[in-house]
């Protein structure tokens, strides 16, 4: 914006005075001892002052009039500023100039980049600038692996507190019917496969009553009904349940809106136990039927073998009844390999498995924590380990708060708090890291 010049009240007044006619009376003293000679001055002097002064008011505020509309459109930045904003989006592409007053927030719609150009300090939903132009780009998330970092040493508060069921089987929302696998979300939001009442289950952290969020129609073929489900994760992109529907033999998707009332398939014709998903968006599952590990692209109804596929035996190469599975970031898939009592390793493209140590977990550090289902406690294998240790439970099967009956279920939250699906006492416990 071209600089415009600004002439002040006094600039003007100044100016214009210069211009009137004055009688200038010329004194030789003008000071406190001449008071008395201007006592003395005639009336009719007195009279020509009068006018003289009368008539500077009026200029006054004809100058007013005319000045302040002038100041109030060139003053630079004190009440507004203009303010030139480009957004670009994925479909959209638009400038915008508007005059606003001096603090202005802009809400842009979501956008790959948004570029904000401004003059002064301005709010955006991307980017705050103060007379800078910034970029900011903004990339579409992957799956995120929340994998805690914890100790090789750690240790957990011995007795459990149990924070869903506990008040045994049945179908109301305070109990379950053997309860398989769970999934803790950020914010130690529990999604729960509530196995035999063919539903999967919500807790929120202090719930005293869980919330069904799929199924619980009873049992059935139905798009809004399960057939034991076995196993649940969200998929944080989509805000979706994937769930293993496997007396149906498919893997179905229920959106977590509040109005959702029937999934969709995902992928039919497997018997799945099992789910996992890497942090490229690949859905891992495994099919007790088969023996085998199959990975798929969402939305792809043919995937790729990457464990087993060789009948069901106890060979590296192959599996028998495999069912709870791990991936970390290098696609390293982990797999307990039930009736084998084992839990094997398949590195990305491998032909065969290595041993390595239930339910499963591997935290970053390849720390492998198993379910050991049948002797009612849960194991931890450091990486290289040739035995396991007992990290809670062994104290034979019951449902003290020290106890299991048949584990399965395993995951931890952000904090490194352990959670267990304690499947025949029909509750989820949860140990405390020290």
Not at 127 to 139: L, S, V
Not at 169 to 175: E, I, P
Not at 228 to 242: C, F, G, Q, R
């Amino acid at each position: 914006m071209t600089d415009r010049t600004t002439d002040t009240l006094v600039d003007h007044l100044s100016a214009k005075s210069t211009a009137l006619p004055m009688e200038t009376k010329t004194y030789e003293k003008f000071d406190f001892d001449d008071s008395i000679e201007v006592k003395r001055k005639s009336r009719k002097e007195l009279g020509t002052l009068l006018k003289t002064v009368l008539a500077l008011v009026v200029i006054a505020i004809v100058a007013t009039a005319v000045i302040t509309p002038t100041v109030l459109l060139t003053r630079p930045t004190a009440q507004f500023t203009t303010t030139s904003t480009t957004t670009n989006s994925l479909a959209i592409s638009s400038t915008v100039t508007t005059t606003t007053p001096k603090t202005m927030t802009t809400n842009t719609r979501t956008a790959t980049t948004t570029t904000t150009t401004t003059a002064t300090t301005t709010t955006t939903t991307t980017a705050t600038t103060t007379t800078t132009t910034t970029a900011t780009t903004t990339k579409t998330p992957t799956q995120q692996l929340v994998i805690p970092t914890i100790s090789v040493n750690a240790k957990w508060v011995q007795t459990g507190v149990t924070v869903a069921g506990g008040h045994g089987v049945g179908s109301a929302t305070n109990q379950f019917q053997y309860p398989r696998r769970l999934f803790v979300d950020d914010d130690q939001t529990m999604v729960i496969a509530d196995q035999y009442n063919h539903r999967i289950i919500q807790w929120k952290k202090i719930d005293t009553n869980g919330q069904v969020v799929a199924g619980g129609n009873g049992k059935g073929s139905g798009l809004n009904q399960l057939y034991v489900s076995t196993d649940v994760l969200i998929d944080k992109e989509t805000d979706s349940l994937i769930i293993c529907d496997q007396s149906n033999r498919r893997v179905v998707r229920w959106s977590r809106r509040s109005d959702t009332t029937q999934g969709d398939i995902v992928i039919d014709r497997i018997r799945c136990v099992g789910l996992a998903m890497d942090d490229q968006k690949y859905l891992y599952v495994s099919d007790d039927d088969k023996h085998e590990v199959t990975r798929y692209q969402l939305g792809d109804k043919t995937g790729t073998l990457v464990a087993g596929d060789n009948g069901q035996g106890d060979d590296l190469n192959q599996l028998n009844w495999p069912t709870d599975l791990f991936v970390d970031r290098q696609q390293t898939i982990y797999v307990s390999d039930s009736d084998n009592h084992r839990v094997m390793k398949w590195n990305k493209d491998a032909k065969e498995g290595i041993v390595v140590a239930g339910g499963l977990f591997v935290d970053i550090l390849d720390t492998v924590y198993v379910s050991d289902t049948n002797n009612h406690r849960l194991m931890r294998w450091s990486q290289g380990a040739k035995q396991g240790t007992v990290i809670i439970g062994g104290n034979g099967e019951g449902a003290g708060a020290n106890q299991f009956n048949t584990p399965v279920g395993l995951s931890f939250d952000r904090h490194g708090n352990l959670y267990v699906t304690d499947t025949d006492n029909n509750r989820v416990q949860r140990f405390s890291l020290k």
